[in-house]
């Protein structure tokens, strides 16, 4: 597992960073313009060259050691699904995936890699969009294809489903696989979360894990202008409460031995998750921390790519960069 090194931009709390160093990735350069997301960052890997700014005013003559990277990466904040298809109506949003691409033809790397909403690589309304991308890569000598997966079906306890674009240039595309589902049953969130829930003492435990037979809801970060840390809209709080959950804020503690579990009582009756609850239903490891007070490290979690998705997509295109056989086998193992 050694020599490929990457960079990533609009890298957040580093979901897609920490899976592709799992697949055996070196970051040469992580940059995001929050500075609570590049405290993520430095808290969890004092190592890795972190840079706070925002890809639109980034310049990469200012760091020349970056151009011989194998992979550019971008986990880029969400398009809208309502974006309509003329280039002079988009936002900034899509006006960072222009950047990504136009770092990429500064840059070079052998791989492109980004992450988005599935309606960026599947809807109508985006056509054009993808026309763009695949003149500019086209003309860099870069193949590409549009996919999207579900993170629950690579261990994430999650219904979570994401759109990428994959590129490599034309002398290794013709060896990228899609990568395939690692696990055959979803992992529910019963499952993710019993040890957590019974580690204060709380004695409704597993009758709450029973129940809770399904996987999450999507976590979203939500809108920097809306309110506090909670678990969704309505619709994905109903979601919730069928599985005891109340889903309009985030606790500040696990649940101890004197909390009673009623959800037939209402949201009064029912348990709320924590903050480290909610990464590990995003695919993060126990031990990943996060930067800042609540909500911000909430958000942090619900717009992070799920870093076993990232590990699966890694693997594949390590597979293809080197030819290695080890590496194809990786990303079509069952749990």
């Known amino acids: 597992m050694t020599g490929l090194r990457f960079v990533d931009v609009c890298a957040g709390a580093g979901g897609l960073a920490l899976g592709l160093e799992e697949a055996g990735f070196t970051p040469a350069l992580l940059l995001d313009k929050k500075a609570v997301a590049c405290a993520t960052l430095r808290l969890n890997r004092p190592g890795w060259p972190v840079l706070e700014m925002d890809l639109l005013d980034f310049s990469p003559q200012q760091h020349r050691d970056i151009y011989d990277v194998d992979l550019l990466s971008a986990g880029l904040p969400r398009v809208k699904s309502s974006a309509t298809s003329a280039r002079t109506e988009t936002g900034d949003e899509l006006r960072l995936l222009d950047a990504t691409v136009y770092l990429a033809h500064a840059l070079r790397p052998r791989a492109l890699l980004i992450e988005n909403v599935p309606e960026l690589a599947l809807a109508p309304s985006f056509k054009v969009t993808r026309e763009a991308v695949r003149s500019e890569l086209n003309h860099l000598g870069y193949e590409f294809d549009w996919f999207t997966l579900n993170a629950a079906d690579f261990g994430v306890p999650q219904k979570r489903l994401q759109g990428f674009l994959v590129a490599l240039d034309r002398q290794h595309f013709s060896a990228f696989r899609r990568p395939r589902p690692t696990t055959l049953t979803p992992r529910s969130v019963g499952e993710a979360l019993l040890d957590s829930m019974a580690a204060r003492g709380w004695q409704d435990a597993e009758r709450w894990a029973a ?27 109903r979601a919730w409460a069928r599985m005891g959950v109340d889903g309009r804020a985030i606790a500040d503690d696990l649940p101890g031995p004197d909390f009673h579990w009623q959800p037939d009582t209402g949201q009064g009756g029912m348990v709320r998750i924590t903050i480290e609850q909610a990464a590990l239903l995003q695919g993060f490891p126990a031990d990943w921390k996060f930067a800042g007070k609540k909500t911000a490290r909430y958000r942090q979690i619900g717009h992070a790519s799920p870093p076993p998705v990232g590990r699966a997509i890694g693997q594949a295109l390590r597979a293809a960069l080197t030819g290695s056989e080890t590496s194809r086998a990786g990303y079509t193992s069952t749990p």
């Open 211 to 237: 129940g809770a037979r399904s996987v999450a809801p999507t976590l979203v970060g939500g809108s920097e202008m809306r309110g506090g840390a909670d678990l969704g809209p309505a619709g994905t709080r």
